[in-house]
């Protein structure tokens, strides 16, 4: 578990000086200059994510068991990661309703995804990288509504519906396919 706790303090901490320590991260780019602070942040990033790998890989080894595994919970996180997956897809396809009105939807999806496997997993280790990730993702999105920000384009019926196809290509891809190929895990019991 040090290994995981490691990881999200380097990873989750990198990635919250823009909303925490926006002054500090300034300085840091003024002293670095802008590319230097983006070397470095790309190494500690790097270097968190391999430590979250590696420390929940660990973890699930030996599992804590926190509490029992409810039936049917999975059926209702593979629902919250149907709208993860179309929040994450508003993120890059243009000109869609969703990004126009939600502004910041690719936190959004990390606090679905988040919250989806809080729900679905019961130990230890999963509380600790999903909750660290909701709780990251929900300072993050406070803290971009606080900042002015341009209006995303207005949205049209094509960029929606393209973003909807794509969420739930994507949805369908890690459902069926990838979490079980990659992880080991089929989220739908197959």
Not at 44 to 63: N, T, Y
Not at 68 to 76: D, E, K, Q, R, T
């Amino acid at each position: 578990m040090t290994w995981l706790a490691l990881g999200l303090a380097l990873f989750l901490g990198i990635h919250l000086t823009r909303a925490l320590a926006p002054n500090w991260r300034n300085g840091q780019m003024a002293r670095m200059g802008e590319k230097g602070w983006k070397i470095r942040y790309t190494i500690v990033s790097l270097i968190g994510f391999g430590l979250i790998l590696w420390g929940f890989s660990q973890a699930r080894l030996r599992p804590v068991v926190l509490w029992p595994h409810i039936p049917g919970i999975n059926h209702a996180a593979a629902a919250l990661m149907l709208i993860a997956m179309i929040l994450m897809a508003a993120a890059y396809v243009p000109r869609n309703h969703f990004k126009a009105k939600l502004q910041h939807p690719m936190t959004l999806s990390v606090k679905t995804w988040a919250f989806a496997h809080l729900i679905a997993n019961n130990t230890l280790a999963d509380v600790m990288l999903f909750g660290s990730f909701l709780v990251w993702s929900i300072l993050v999105f406070r803290a971009a509504r606080r900042r002015p920000a341009p209006a995303a384009p207005p949205g049209t019926v094509a960029g929606s519906l393209a973003t909807l196809v794509a969420g739930f290509a994507l949805w369908a891809f890690f459902a069926f396919w990838a979490h079980a190929a990659w992880l080991g895990i089929a989220p739908l019991g197959r």
